[in-house]
């Protein structure tokens, strides 16, 4: 008598369980923003992503000195990261201030899955599988969702954003979610070529961080001015981007880029039902509906495909393989 094959989760899942938890740390970050006013949209990116590039620089410096001849052998695409990351909080914080929590978040986030696509399809040849064409179609639709909801509030007058600031917001966002899909590329590339998670994501995160030091020396004193903003300077630098992007470099280890960024589609659900429960903004039933499509785009990519045991014969012990838990 044969016994049905038992599929144990392989690293591809949790790698995604790592992304989802990035995911919703990052979350918290227009949230966060919105406790210190008085602080710049480029202070903040800068503080948050520069000081906690820093830190997983510091971090991973014995492993960075390890690699460091393989590092130098790729350091086109280490340019190419650090460039993105230095790019991406400065486009990414515009984008929330000028057009809302909401909406920045799920522009920025949501434009990165296509990116990221094109670019591992132009630069890698990656073919999309269906599982991540559906998955990224119902969180895409979830997030031009999201985005309609808050343009429909500012355009009324209600979110407090003209509907001019929001145009540019948008614009911004396109930009973080391409930079967001080329440092992703870039971190998923080193490591596939064999360096470690924690010294590929050290150096990209590192030496970007290193790019945003002139901008927070020039805009960053308002952090200072008051305890609650150094609080939540340090927070952002410390929690989402610090143990954030520990997180997503494990991820990126286990799934390409392309799954990467469309997991952390669950990044702007969280930031607009955080918006609505803890800033105050309200989020009309359109906006909902986005959020359900996204949770839907979620269970696409993370839920174990199964696959039909082989046929065996009764005198047969059927062996156990991993499940390849998420595309591409």
């Known amino acids: 008598m044969t016994r049905p094959a038992v599929h144990a989760p392989g690293p591809a899942g949790m790698g995604a369980v790592c992304v989802l938890m990035a995911s919703v740390l990052w979350g918290t970050t227009g949230t966060a923003a919105t406790f210190a006013p008085g602080v710049g949209p480029l202070a903040i990116g800068a503080a948050a992503m520069g000081l906690g590039g820093l830190l997983q620089a510091?971090?991973?410096?014995?492993?960075?000195?390890?690699?460091?001849?393989?590092?130098?052998?790729?350091?086109?695409?280490?340019?190419?990261?650090?460039?993105?990351?230095?790019?991406?909080?400065?486009?990414?914080?515009?984008?929330?201030?000028?057009?809302?929590v909401a909406a920045g978040t799920v522009v920025s986030i949501g434009s990165a899955p296509l990116a990221s696509?094109?670019?591992?399809?132009?630069?890698?040849?990656?073919?999309?599988?269906?599982?991540?064409?559906?998955?990224?179609?119902?969180?895409?639709?979830?997030?031009?969702?999201?985005?309609?909801?808050?343009?429909?509030?500012?355009?009324?007058?209600?979110?407090?954003?003209?509907?001019?600031?929001?145009?540019?917001?948008?614009?911004?966002g396109l930009v973080a979610g391409f930079t967001y899909a080329l440092y992703s590329w870039a971190a998923h590339r080193l490591i596939s070529r064999g360096i470690p998670s924690g010294a590929a994501m050290g150096t990209v995160f590192g030496l970007g961080g290193l790019l945003l030091l002139p901008v927070l020396l020039a805009t960053g004193a308002p952090l200072l001015a008051s305890w609650s903003n150094a609080a939540v300077g340090a927070y952002m630098a410390?929690?989402?981007?610090?143990?954030?992007?520990?997180?997503?470099?494990?991820?990126?280890?286990?799934?390409?880029?392309?799954?990467a960024t469309t997991l952390s589609l669950l990044e702007p659900a969280v930031a607009a039902v955080l918006a609505v429960l803890v800033v105050g903004e309200r989020l009309p039933l359109l906006g909902w509906a986005g959020v359900a499509l996204v949770v839907g785009c979620l269970a696409v990519l993370t839920t174990p495909s199964r696959r039909p045991a082989p046929r065996l014969r009764a005198t047969t012990t059927p062996t156990t393989e991993p499940e390849q838990a998420c595309p591409g």
């Open 58 to 100: 510091l971090l991973a410096a014995p492993r960075i000195a390890g690699e460091a001849a393989r590092l130098r052998a790729h350091r086109g695409v280490v340019v190419t990261g650090a460039l993105s990351v230095g790019a991406y909080p400065l486009a990414f914080y515009s984008s929330m201030h000028l057009a809302g």
């Open 117 to 172: 696509a094109f670019i591992e399809r132009v630069r890698d040849g990656r073919r999309l599988t269906r599982r991540w064409t559906a998955g990224a179609g119902l969180g895409l639709s979830g997030t031009v969702l999201l985005c309609l909801a808050e343009t429909g509030r500012s355009e009324s007058g209600t979110a407090g954003h003209s509907a001019r600031a929001t145009v540019l917001g948008v614009a911004l």
């Open 238 to 259: 410390l929690i989402p981007m610090f143990l954030g992007y520990l997180l997503f470099g494990w991820g990126l280890a286990h799934v390409p880029a392309s799954t």
